[in-house]
């Protein structure tokens, strides 16, 4: 991979890069490892092109140059986390989050939260002004994560994922 897609993840040995068509079977391997995050969301596994999905899905009138999905690798170069976020979707300056997805042997050590740091950092270099992020009311864990990052509910909407219909609270931060 060219280095100048690499961002260093604080002072460890973790790195973030944009993920491409090359890296569907790795994205597979982490969403087949998140099964619960699947079974919360969708009603069930994930299918086999779970990791082509991430890769390829978009909003109504939106486009890939668009869409930035990037990967973040632990020391030995396996991927631990994917973000998904749409560039001005639903508005010029709002990025929204599709998807951060992080393995559940990660989970609990604050990689979300640095994450979460690197997403705010990231979409700012790109002049947006606001993030939003849908989130299943169902996965209590995701809800209470993102509001002590100091989302706030705008509206809540229900929407079928999968084989599940889920009422989804959508949240916005402004960044600032």
């Not at 997403?119 to 995701?142: C, F, P, Q, T």
């Amino acid at each position: 991979m060219n280095s100048e897609r690499k961002f260093k993840l604080l002072e460890n040995d973790y790195f973030i890069r944009i993920l491409g068509a090359e890296d569907e079977e790795t994205l597979q391997h982490l969403c087949e490892r998140c099964m619960d995050y699947y079974e919360i969301v969708e009603g069930r596994l994930p299918e086999k092109d779970a990791g082509h999905e991430i890769l390829n899905d978009l909003p109504p009138a939106k486009e890939f140059k668009d869409k930035h999905v990037l990967g973040c690798f632990n020391e030995n170069n396996i991927l631990i986390a994917v973000i998904d976020i749409i560039a001005d979707y639903p508005d010029q300056g709002e990025w929204i989050i599709g998807l951060l997805m992080i393995d559940p042997k990660e989970r609990g050590r604050g990689l979300g939260k640095v994450l979460h740091e690197f997403i705010k950092s990231y979409v700012l270099m790109h002049k947006a002004d606001k993030l939003r992020i849908g989130v299943v009311l169902e996965n209590i864990k995701a809800y209470s994560f993102w509001k002590s990052l100091g989302y706030y509910k705008i509206k809540r909407v229900n929407m079928r994922c999968g084989n599940k219909d889920n009422d989804v609270v959508v949240m916005n931060l402004l960044l600032s």
